[in-house]
């Protein structure tokens, strides 16, 4: 292969008299000399015996490396951590998860630079593993990089709930709470929820990002909606193998990818099939990494513009499986390329544009991915929100929603486990407005999911009795009338801080406002009086919530110098 578009980093380490250590180290870990005179490339792989949407990727990471073989390239693999959203669900351990999103493209960021490889491959399937590693590619984007997804897991069948997941599982303990469903029951749902490796097989957090990679062109095409456990998905990485050395032979790097314009195609898919709140922080963090100029303003710009096509669980009708056979993300693409909403010359990981791409595609079920002249709605599945109660925004996903518009009383808690705790106790009435505060990225710290307290509403059959507000996050899970990434956060004076019980709480999606109704006199009042609540934090809790920026800003902890 000739390299003359593109100058390998591991010459540097690699090339001349005295690195003879280097490269005696190197053959040390079973490489060759003639391996040290081809391009290394690195592969975080996220794969361990912890999580199920993880358990399968050794293999994923093998079918990688047969591919960069095949291309004339050595692969040279490392582990990144990964957390469990939903093991870590509920308990103090969601606040790591968020955290981990950071530290995993941290770590990428040193294992690539100190040992100068000379391109990237990451593999993961979960929600905070996936923008981990893309913040990593979108830092060092001169480097040459690619995104393997972990595939989709099957959905599970119960008499008592139909084709389900893991996420009608965490709803499942409310109903047994509430005396709909035996212990029996319970046990039967959560034997047979996790069948197969990958992510939880509805449109959560995962899947959503996986879909992201592939919408952003820095993941082949077709490759964010295959079964985990599919020969389709080997293959599909074998030649993601094969495609990092054509991106080093044409010197395409990352940065050449993950542009503005990319950015908004990526917005663009996640809008029209509805996908997790979370996709907002977790875009705005890989453009801040990538140098690029993104703010809610223009997610909102396309929100007023892409309509919802596609109708998923949580909330909708459909899982992975059924988005699948309908023809995945391309079809998608198709549509909103068709009706001027994509940018098609954007460039991708094939060495080609979104245009060149999707012209093989085809949509196989128009009922499961619509026309747009026959949307699901004619607004976009998420929206956001702003007001006296979120100067700098909100996030809420409408897709589901029968309720666009909500009043009523405030009910206000300090922590996920003092608002799980009233619910579990029938303290929760029809018409109220929860606001779970001090849960944002520094005040948790960590900005924890509350999938818990969210499930349990719907168990307790208030999801569209209640309203629920909070500076935390939402799992892809959830569904209601939710608003999070209130912004400012309370523990930065944001005016959640100084909700009180009884205070009126106005949200209308249409008009895209979150207002406390109560004076601005009112509101400076309490202020004067608030202070934020001490506590001690060690290890890396305590850098996180020093490092974390706003919710609104992707909660990033990335620093100007």
Same mark, same amino acid.
């Given at each position: 292969m000739v390299h003359s578009k593109y100058v390998l980093p591991s010459r540097v380490v690699i090339e001349g008299v005295e690195r003879a250590p280097h490269?005696?180290?190197?053959? %040390?870990?079973? &490489?060759?000399? *003639? @391996?040290?005179?081809?391009?290394?490339?690195?592969?975080?792989?996220?794969?361990?015996?912890?999580?199920? /949407?993880?358990i399968h990727l050794d293999k994923i990471g093998l079918a990688v490396k047969e591919g960069i073989r095949e291309? *004339?390239?050595?692969?040279?693999?490392? =582990?990144?951590?990964?957390?469990?959203?939903?093991? !870590?669900?509920?308990? *103090?351990?969601?606040?790591?998860?968020?955290?981990s999103r950071d530290l995993i493209a941290d770590s990428i960021e040193i294992m690539v630079r100190s040992h100068g490889l000379d391109a990237l491959i990451g593999i993961a399937t979960c929600d905070k593993i996936i923008p981990g590693m893309i913040m990593a590619m979108a830092r060092m984007n001169d480097l040459p990089s690619i995104f393997v997804p972990g595939g989709y897991m099957s959905p599970s069948y119960h008499p008592k709930l139909g084709k389900y997941a893991v996420g009608e599982v965490f709803e499942a303990v409310g109903a047994y709470l509430s005396g709909k469903l035996t212990e029996i029951d319970l046990q039967e749902i959560e034997r047979l929820a996790v069948p197969t490796p990958g992510a939880c097989p509805g449109l959560y957090t995962a899947n959503t990002m996986q879909i992201t990679a592939e919408a952003l062109g820095i993941a082949l095409p077709r490759s964010a909606a295959l079964p985990a456990y599919s020969s389709l998905l080997l293959a599909k990485s074998r030649e993601a193998g094969k495609a990092i050395m054509r991106l080093i032979e044409d010197g395409i790097k990352a940065k050449d990818i993950l542009t503005y314009e990319a950015f908004m195609n990526a917005i663009a898919v996640n809008l029209a099939i509805g996908g997790s709140t979370n996709f907002i922080i977790h875009i705005l963090a890989i453009a801040a990494e990538a140098g690029i100029k993104l703010g809610l303003e223009d997610i909102d710009?396309?929100?007023?513009?892409?309509?919802?096509?596609?109708? $998923?669980?949580? /909330?909708?009708?459909?899982?992975?499986?059924?988005?699948?056979?309908?023809?995945?993300?391309?079809?998608? $693409?198709?549509? &909103?390329?068709? !009706?001027?909403?994509?940018? *098609? @010359? #954007?460039?991708?990981?094939?060495?080609?544009? +979104?245009?060149?791409?999707?012209?093989?595609?085809?949509?196989? @079920?128009?009922?499961?991915?619509?026309?747009?002249?026959?949307?699901?709605?004619?607004? !976009?599945?998420?929206?956001?929100?702003?007001? =006296?109660l979120a100067p700098k925004g909100a996030v809420v996903k409408i897709s589901g929603l029968k309720k666009f518009k909500?009043?009523?009383? #405030?009910?206000?808690? =300090?922590?996920?486990?003092?608002?799980?705790? !009233?619910?579990?106790? @029938? &303290?929760?009435?029809? %018409?109220? +407005?929860? +606001?779970?505060?001090?849960?944002?990225?520094?005040?948790?710290?960590?900005?924890?999911?509350?999938?818990? +307290?969210?499930?349990?509403?719907?168990?307790?059959?208030?999801?569209?009795?209640?309203?629920?507000?909070?500076?935390?996050?939402?799992?892809? #899970?959830?569904?209601g009338l939710m608003i999070g990434h209130v912004s400012p956060e309370a523990a930065e004076g944001g005016p959640i801080a100084i909700v009180r019980n009884g205070d009126i709480i106005n949200i209308d999606t249409y008009s895209q406002r979150l207002e406390v109704e109560i004076s601005q006199e009112e509101l400076e009042q309490r202020f004067k009086k608030w202070k934020p609540p001490k506590r001690r934090l060690k290890g890396v809790l305590a850098k996180y919530a020093l490092l974390a920026k706003s919710p609104d800003r992707g909660a990033i902890t990335i620093t100007e110098t």
């Open positions: 490269r005696a180290l190197l053959m %040390g870990s079973g &490489l060759s000399r *003639g @391996d040290l005179s081809k391009p290394i490339i690195a592969i975080a792989n996220s794969f361990n015996d912890i999580v199920p /949407g993880h291309g *004339g390239g050595v692969p040279l693999s490392f =582990n990144t951590i990964a957390v469990c959203d939903g093991i !870590a669900m509920g308990h *103090g351990g969601m606040k790591y998860s968020l955290p710009r396309l929100c007023k513009k892409v309509p919802q096509i596609v109708s $998923m669980k949580p /909330g909708g009708m459909y899982y992975m499986d059924d988005f699948d056979r309908a023809g995945g993300v391309p079809a998608v $693409m198709k549509r &909103l390329l068709e !009706a001027g909403i994509l940018n *098609g @010359d #954007a460039l991708t990981v094939t060495c080609k544009t +979104v245009k060149e791409n999707i012209e093989e595609y085809r949509i196989y @079920d128009e009922n499961i991915i619509r026309p747009l002249n026959r949307p699901i709605h004619d607004k !976009a599945g998420l929206v956001i929100l702003w007001g =006296n909500f009043r009523g009383p #405030a009910k206000v808690f =300090n922590s996920e486990e003092e608002a799980f705790k !009233a619910i579990k106790e @029938d &303290l929760i009435e029809k %018409g109220d +407005v929860v +606001v779970i505060r001090y849960e944002g990225p520094k005040g948790g710290p960590g900005m924890r999911e509350m999938l818990q +307290v969210t499930a349990a509403l719907i168990g307790k059959g208030l999801g569209e009795e209640v309203a629920l507000v909070t500076d935390g996050r939402f799992s892809g #899970a959830t569904r």
